[in-house]
Nanobody, 123 residues
Framework: QVQLVESGGGLVQAGGSLRLSCVVS????????LAWYREPPGKDREWVAG???????YYADFAVDRFTISRDDAKNTVVLQMNHLKPEDTAVYYC?????????????????WGQGTQVTVSS
């Protein structure tokens, strides 16, 4: 059974940084893409960043030059490093295991989600 557990959210001032981690149980981690999504208050869930099986990364426009996604296959972990945070980054952040290892696995959500971690950025 696949489980995803996020950690690392919290309250930070604008301009600050947070590092989100997601540990994925199960042996399929290394052959799947992973992604981070977020759900701002009162808005739909949106894609933030994705990383393929081969560690190619993709970012939403708002995340370029501020967020970095990475993976550690030895630890079954995907990390989202967020710098220069803005109040509009306030959201619940979710990690997702892609249905494939390719671009589409990094860009479209698979069926497995973590429970989410709250990120709040104060102005």
């Amino acid at each position: 059974q696949v489980q995803l557990v996020e950690s690392g959210g919290g309250l930070v001032q604008a301009g600050g940084s947070l590092r989100l981690s997601c540990v994925v149980s199960g042996s399929i981690f290394s052959v799947r893409a992973l992604a981070w999504y977020r759900e701002p208050p009162g808005k739909d869930r949106e894609w933030v960043a994705g990383i393929t099986e081969g560690a190619t990364t993709y970012y939403a426009d708002f995340a370029v030059d501020r967020f970095t996604i990475s993976r550690d296959d030895a630890k079954n972990t995907v990390v989202l490093q967020m710098n220069h945070l803005k109040p509009e980054d306030t959201a619940v952040y979710y990690c997702n295991l892609g249905s494939s290892g390719s671009y589409w696995g990094a860009r479209r959500p698979g069926p497995h989600w973590g429970q989410g971690t709250q990120v709040t950025v104060s102005s």
